[in-house]
């Protein structure tokens, strides 16, 4: 039974603002241990979809099952309970904070609670992020540097780590590999190969179909709103490409229905 392999289920997820239709009754499924490719045009729903499921947008209709169990995702402190996180496509990291602050941004490590008052315990944080930058094996010198010194990869590479630091199950990652030089993103492909090696479910958006072609399992096109094609990544890079490039401009689409022609 597909519930039982899958660790999410979206169902016929719509969502509108206004007059665009962002997402016209989206199905994803996500397999445990599994990496997902998410691709499609510029406005196609990607993020939207994303942000549906770690609670930063509330779906219009449809929903969303987590283990096989019906989940209520009303915002990102929701979703973050059901174990997913989401790498956003800024990163939305602090700057002016060294690593071991932004791994813990916004649930640091508490020594001690006084009604209002809570003392940080900053060797604790220190050691973990150490032990999270180690096991990822994410290539920062020091948990002490502040963000704003680090290199556009060394940034992405926080963001993630900081995603899976609290046992997420699943990791979302918006565009890892936008902006970031050959090297760097070869190091994002590695360390989304590591969470998976640990146990990681992940969906990654990317316009970089090399890198869905070199990570993912499975790749999921939208197109307008609507998911025109969900297949295993097979075949050499040229061969994947001009199928997903052929949903991606409409000349294929594996879902149409007649109530979607225009
Ligand atoms: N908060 C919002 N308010 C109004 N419209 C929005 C909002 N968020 C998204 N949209 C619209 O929904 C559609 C889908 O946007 P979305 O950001 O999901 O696309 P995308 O596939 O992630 O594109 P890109 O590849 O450019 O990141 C677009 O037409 C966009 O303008
Ligand atoms: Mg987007």
Redesign the pocket.
């Known amino acids: 039974m597909s519930a039982q392999s899958s660790i999410v289920e979206m169902q016929n997820i719509k969502?509108y603002?206004?007059a665009?239709r962002?997402?016209r009754g989206v199905d994803l499924t996500l397999h445990r241990g599994e990496v997902l490719g998410l691709v499609?045009?510029?406005?196609?729903?990607?993020?939207?979809?994303m942000?549906v499921l770690s609670g930063a947008?509330s779906p219009d209709e449809g929903q969303i099952l987590i283990e096989g169990a019906r989940a209520h995702i009303a915002n990102p402190d929701d979703s973050r309970r059901q174990g997913i996180e989401m790498v956003y496509?800024d990163f939305a990291l602090a700057n002016n904070l060294d690593v071991a602050s932004n791994v813990f941004l916004g649930r640091e490590v508490v020594r001690w609670q006084l009604g209002p008052l809570r003392i940080m315990n900053k060797r604790a944080m220190e050691d973990l992020a150490r032990d999270l930058v180690a096991r990822l094996k994410i290539d920062i010198e020091s948990v002490r540097l502040k963000v704003e010194n680090l290199s556009g990869g060394q940034r992405q590479a926080v963001a993630i780590g900081r995603a899976t630091a609290f046992d997420a199950k699943v990791i979302i990652m918006?565009?890892p590999t936008a902006a970031l030089s050959v090297a760097a993103i070869s190091k994002v492909l590695d360390l989304v190969r590591e969470l998976k090696a640990h146990g990681c479910s992940i969906i990654i958006?990317s316009?970089r179909l090399e890198d869905i072609h070199a990570v993912c399992d499975r790749v999921i096109v939208?197109r307008q709103?609507r998911k025109v094609a969900d297949r295993p990544v097979i075949g050499d890079i040229h061969e994947f490409r001009e199928q997903i490039v052929a949903y991606m401009v409409g000349a294929k689409d594996d879902f149409a229905t007649e109530m979607d022609q225009p």
């Open positions: 969502k603002f206004g665009v962002a997402l499609g045009d510029n406005a196609a729903g990607k993020s939207t979809l942000k947008y496509q918006d565009e958006i316009h939208l709103g």
